[in-house]
């Protein structure tokens, strides 16, 4: 059976063709438009799950239906009390019923409107029958964890792979232990420093550590020294680091650090959002 969803008087209720419902408190309920395309209608995105540490958004499409009226007989405004109801009339400000149209996997979605929007991913779309179409969003942006890159200052030829060592730190950052984020960040580091000067990695061998090398000989020590910092993070990261050297377990904070430096890379070779 056809889902719809309805707002009066600022309030919203969900149902069938036949009943409707108070959604019990504020949903979560953003206008949703195919990234860089004029809107073909007003479609919804209402929101069932949200997690900040994986990025990730699920919820159901709605499309604007404007013939679908209700009796007041057929809503149920539970907590609250309509005792006013002459007309047995539910005036409806705006309703929606189940999308018609699966959006396509991989395709950039905006949620919000245009003053006020962010960009996502579509990984997941699924119908069941005419119940609910339902997609799952993956964040295009790294909410904080490091800066939005300007992809088209990266050279195509590296692009992808930056991205994908870029993408591996902050899939880590939020979840993982701090071992692992640091590891991320000398591989994301080792991709940056290559594709920013292919001349320190001609044969694509080089660890980080000939690479910092290389940024010190050019005279480019700041970015050295951050490069570096990760370099060492991730040795004390190793199992055999306290052993060796008597150093204590690496923390959050130095991953938060490593992060940091990272970050530091990427605006500085003009590939990062200030």
């Not at 490091?146 to 730190?169: G, K, N, Q, W, Y």
């Not at 370099?231 to 204590?248: D, E």
């Amino acid at each position: 059976m056809m889902q719809y969803i309805a707002e009066a008087q600022g309030l919203w209720y969900e149902g069938t063709q036949a009943w409707l419902r108070r959604v019990q408190g504020q949903p979560i309920i953003l206008p949703f438009v195919v990234a860089d395309e004029q809107p073909l209608q007003d479609r919804l995105f209402v929101e069932d799950y949200f997690n900040s540490s994986t990025r990730i958004r699920r919820g159901r499409l709605f499309d604007r239906d404007r013939g679908t009226t209700w009796p007041a007989s057929g809503v149920s405004r539970f907590p609250n009390r309509d005792t006013s109801n002459p007309s047995d009339a539910f005036n409806v400000n705006r309703a929606y019923r189940t999308a018609s149209v699966q959006p396509k996997l991989g395709i950039e979605v905006d949620l919000g409107d245009a003053s006020a929007s962010s960009r996502w991913i579509v990984v997941l779309s699924e119908r069941v029958g005419l119940e609910g179409c339902f997609v799952t969003l993956k964040s295009k942006t790294h909410l904080g964890v490091l800066p939005e890159l300007i992809v088209s200052e990266i050279s195509a030829a590296h692009r992808h792979d930056v991205l994908a060592s870029i993408e591996a730190v902050i899939e880590a950052a939020p979840i993982q232990a701090p071992q692992a984020v640091i590891d991320a960040c000398r591989n994301a580091a080792s991709y940056v420093i290559s594709a920013k000067f292919p001349a320190s990695n001609p044969e694509g061998k080089n660890d980080l550590g000939p690479l910092v090398r290389y940024l010190a000989d050019q005279k480019n020590q700041a970015q050295a020294d951050a490069s570096d910092l990760i370099r060492h993070l991730h040795s004390r990261a190793k199992a055999n680091a306290a052993a060796s050297h008597g150093t204590r377990p690496v923390s959050r904070r130095d991953a938060d650090l490593a992060i940091s430096a990272l970050a530091f890379l990427l605006q500085d070779f003009g590939w990062g959002r200030e």
